[in-house]
């Protein structure tokens, strides 16, 4: 009973015969000898596999019952050989290509990987809930967040800017900060970030996560203003009228000015058509 102590919390003890139908009554052992008599002349593509307590033992000249089944090992004996694996590449590798392209199966798949890490399920709800009891463990404000799946795609997510700069703030102070921050599109120069502030004070220096829907742009991340000093910022605008690419030219404008003056600007004057 020592190792039922480590079974996630989400999860239930129960006897296989209380989730399952168990058809040990339709197995019918059939020896070595036999089996050998009766494919004895038969082509293989004739033969079917014949399963013993631990996985495969043989072939048989025809099988004994007919429908779909889940094989099971007795006495929790391995049933199948494992014949090859394949190892994931590391977290710090992982978020590069999900940060830099908005790979949204990578962020999905890694949601999932929290709520199992931190509860033991891989369900979405289960998920979530994870994810926000981690961010409130750190004191990270989630005042307005609700997180609805890993990818951000549903409307039904919400999160506002002052806890996108918190977690920020968290990630530069902690030990990860070189990991995560490299993982970032770099102004100009990678990702989603490849054409935006080209020609500007924050070519080559801001590095931040771009975020868009229909009527909705997102853009946090951190850069190094004029004096030296690190900058860490979120914006996100809703419901607006126009293009993304006048927005995000407003954007840029916003965050040059902030870069010269150190201060956040009233008004950022018009946005470049």
Request: glycine share 10%.
């Amino acid at each position: 009973m020592s190792e039922l102590n480590n079974i996630p919390k989400h999860w239930q003890v129960k006897k296989l015969g209380e989730v399952c139908q168990v058809l040990d009554n339709l197995r019918k052992p059939i020896n070595s000898a036999e089996r050998q008599q009766r494919i004895a002349g038969k082509r293989q593509s004739e033969l079917f596999p014949y399963f013993g307590a631990t996985g495969q033992v043989g072939w048989i000249d025809d099988y004994m019952t007919d429908g779909k089944y889940i094989l099971i090992g007795e006495d929790g004996a391995p049933f199948f050989k494992l014949i090859a694996e394949k190892s994931s590449p590391q977290l710090s590798e992982l978020i590069v290509p999900l940060n830099h392209e908005s790979i949204n199966l990578f962020a999905e798949h890694l949601l999932r990987e929290i709520g199992r890490a931190r509860n033991g399920s891989t369900d979405l709800q289960v998920s979530t809930e994870a994810l926000k009891e981690f961010w409130a463990e750190k004191k990270i404000f989630t005042g307005g967040f609700y997180p609805t799946d890993g990818s951000g795609l549903s409307r039904s997510n919400g999160v506002c800017t002052r806890t996108l700069a918190e977690v920020l703030r968290y990630m530069y102070l902690g030990p990860n900060r070189e990991v995560f921050f490299n993982s970032l599109p770099v102004a100009g120069q990678s990702g989603t970030l490849q054409f935006a502030f080209k020609g500007t004070t924050l070519e080559n220096n801001l590095q931040a996560k771009t975020g868009s829907m229909t009527r909705v742009r997102s853009l946090a991340g951190i850069f190094t203003n004029k004096a030296g000093r690190k900058v860490i910022f979120a914006m996100i605008t809703n419901n607006f009228e126009g293009s993304q690419t006048t927005i995000g030219y407003t954007f840029e404008a916003f965050l040059n000015e902030l870069f010269d003056t150190g201060t956040p600007p009233t008004n950022s004057g018009k946005s470049k058509k």
